[in-house]
């Protein structure tokens, strides 16, 4: 419902699309003051070998302390961030926290990083994570830095030489969100991931899914002849679980095993290892 403004220009938002502008525009900045007040951290989602039901590690999830809304999800603020280009400063904050978060964890352990488009733009990246791991003093093989389909397809070139850069460092490289978008397994084949993390979109509607679990299968089959580890995101339930280990998925996270936590609940989870298993 476009609105003629003064007879002569076009006005393009309609009234709805203008309200989510403002939205937009409000949290853009709440999201700015909360970085300046210190109020975002990384919370530490735990991920089990599904094999021996022993905690692996941890993922890095961003959330927003909120005045009102208490803890906000990244899924709430992430695009903002990215919009904003608040993502680079962020995410590359996110990482030397999250180096100095698992620096204090038994050594068995990992961190999982995700990292945005954004991030990657810079050819500073590889050296961005030297530092994380140098400053931090952290071992590159117990860094795993996580990226998506879409970010690997917008430059492959440059991605992949970026990647193999990282891999010269010694850290892993996930395939992140797998399942979620329209990327096909060639990008196993023509990228360097030591894993792949299928998406809770395709876990969240097992075991009913036909569809998903031929999915999952096809995804375990190509990954075991490439040498690349499966986990999964989003285990909700006993049977989702049974059935993701069933299909041969080695890791796994989700709100069964583990919701995320902040670093100092994280840090009091390993204290009372290893009496965690999964599903209890
Ligand atoms: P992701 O990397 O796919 O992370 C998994 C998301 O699924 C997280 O949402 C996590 O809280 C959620 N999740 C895990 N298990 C379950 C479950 O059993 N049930 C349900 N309903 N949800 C589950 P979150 O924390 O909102 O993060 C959303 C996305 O934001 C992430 O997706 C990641 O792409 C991005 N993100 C989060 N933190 C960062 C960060 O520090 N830097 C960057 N660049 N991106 C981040
Ligand atoms: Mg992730
Ligand atoms: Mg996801």
Redesign the pocket.
Known sequence: RAKMDGGSTFCFFDTRMDEQLKQRQLLERDLRKAMAQDLLE?YY?PVFDLKNSQLQGF????RWRHQREGMV????F?PVAEDAGL?QA??DW?LKQACMAARDWPEEMSVS????AQ?LKPDTFSQTVLEALQESGLEPERLEI?L?AKTVQQDPPKVRAMMHDLKHIGVSLVL??FGNGNACLTILRDFPFDKVKI??ACVGTLPGSDANKALIQSVVGMSGSLGVRVAV????DDVQLSTVQSLGCQFG????LGH?LSRHAAGRLLVGLPDKAVGS
């Open positions: 990384p989602q993922e890095a999830l961003l999800s990244s899924q709430e992430m993502i962020l995410g996110v990083v995700n990292i945005s991030q996580e998506t992140d969100d998406a809770r995101v989003g285990i909700e996270q989700g709100f069964l995320p």
